[in-house]
């Protein structure tokens, strides 16, 4: 997914600030579509396709992870919201860049960290995955923070979902 100013944000529900109650407006409006990459949805289908489950874990709010994923700019299923089996945030699993986070949700899910793929553009938040024992890339998108030759040498990086989806 893009960048977007709700990731920035801390983990307060959308309810308690104003703005995020003009972004509820916006996305129910349809003045404001989060921006999806192109290959995202694709991939998403088939992993689900292939049995996976696919969860978000973002420092916004779950609620405002619900409410940008059902208001896309993907032509096909606007609506991502069907396509994920569970929401985490740093409210109900932890720190992103702490490892005991992704030991809570993989325990919350009942799956081994061994059985998990996480993705993010932060190489701490990889870092703390593979500390609990799950495997994890880095994904670089246009506009993050330029990887070392170090987190190249040491992490898998891809810069688009296409390269992880089979």
Request: proline fraction near 7%.
């Amino acid at each position: 997914m893009k960048s977007d100013p709700i990731d920035r944000k801390p983990p307060l529900t959308i309810h308690c600030e104003p703005t995020g109650l003009l972004w509820r407006s916006g996305y129910e409006s349809g003045a404001i579509k989060a921006p999806i990459y192109d290959d995202v949805l694709p991939a998403i289908k088939k992993w689900l396709d292939g049995g996976k489950k696919v969860m978000i874990y973002s420092s916004g709010s779950v609620e405002a992870q619900k409410l940008l994923f059902k208001h896309t700019n993907s032509t096909e299923d606007a609506d991502m919201t069907p396509l994920f089996s569970g929401y985490y945030d740093t409210v109900n699993a932890g720190m992103k860049q702490d490892p005991k986070s992704y030991s809570i949700i993989a325990e919350n899910e009942g799956i081994e960290p061994q059985g998990w793929l996480f993705l993010s553009d932060n190489v701490k938040e990889v870092e703390a995955a593979k500390s609990a024992g799950m495997d994890s890339i880095v994904l670089v998108r246009p506009g993050n923070a330029p990887l070392t030759a170090q987190d190249r040498a040491t992490h898998r990086v891809v810069d688009s979902f296409e390269q992880i989806a089979t």
